[in-house]
């Protein structure tokens, strides 16, 4: 894949029609991730999840800089931060109490990215930045397969909204979700901009009506 079919890929993956959701085939990718569970508002280790992955990512993207120029390497931009969201087994989620919610953070990586040359970045930052968390990051293949995803605009806690009209969507096209957690995709900074004003794109596994 080079650097124009990547870009293209980003652009249909991360950017859905800001007022319709839609429905797409989701490649497999790989990925820089991290697991967790608990509120991220008050989260120490989701602090940390995100600092480490951004390290790592921005370590691959710099590696030109510091003398090192990967096989396939392109310029392109560090991707958005990304989550996957569930719950224990069993348990009946209640908004209000986060503490439960089980989390995987991660950041796509491009295609020229070897699990070989991530473990060397990855060592690397851990050792210079001294990011324990970097000690959990991993490098893993998703395969999400066919999804539905909507652009949400708004505070966190207003989600349900567009959840509600994204499963109405699927089911008018006659889809149903394959799995009780979801997929979130963060194309504002949370740490820097407004509530009112963040873009999150979210996505669901689904697939044909029985």
Same mark, same amino acid.
Not at 113 to 118: D, K
Not at 153 to 156: A, E, H, K, L
């Given at each position: 894949m080079d650097k124009?079919?990547?870009d293209a890929l980003v652009k249909r993956l991360y950017f859905p029609?800001?007022?319709q959701p839609q429905i797409l085939t989701v490649p497999s990718m790989r990925y820089a991730m991290i697991d967790g569970q608990g509120d991220?508002?008050?989260s120490e280790a989701f602090q940390d999840a995100v600092a480490a992955l951004y390290s790592v990512?921005?370590?691959i993207k710099m590696l030109p800089k510091k003398g090192t120029v990967p096989p396939g390497y392109f310029e392109y931009k560090v991707n958005a931060l990304e989550g996957?969201?569930?719950m224990p087994e069993g348990v009946d989620f209640d908004p209000r109490d986060k503490s439960r919610l089980i989390w995987t953070l991660m950041i796509m990586q491009p295609p020229f %990215?070897? +699990?070989?040359?991530?473990e060397e970045v990855r060592i690397v930052q851990r050792d210079r930045k001294k990011l324990a968390a970097l000690d959990s990051v991993r490098f893993e293949t998703l395969d999400e397969g066919l999804c539905a995803q909507a652009l949400h %605009?708004? +505070?966190?806690d207003t989600e349900p909204e567009t959840f509600d009209k994204l499963h109405a969507f699927i089911e008018?096209?006659?889809y149903e979700r394959v799995e009780f957690g979801h997929h979130e995709i963060y194309m504002s900074d949370f740490r820097k901009t407004a509530p009112e004003k963040l873009k999150t794109v979210l996505r669901v596994r689904i697939r044909e009506k029985k």
């Open positions: 124009q079919e990547y029609p800001a007022k991220p508002n008050t990512s921005y370590g996957l969201w569930t %990215v070897t +699990p070989e040359l991530f %605009v708004g +505070p966190f008018q096209e006659g």
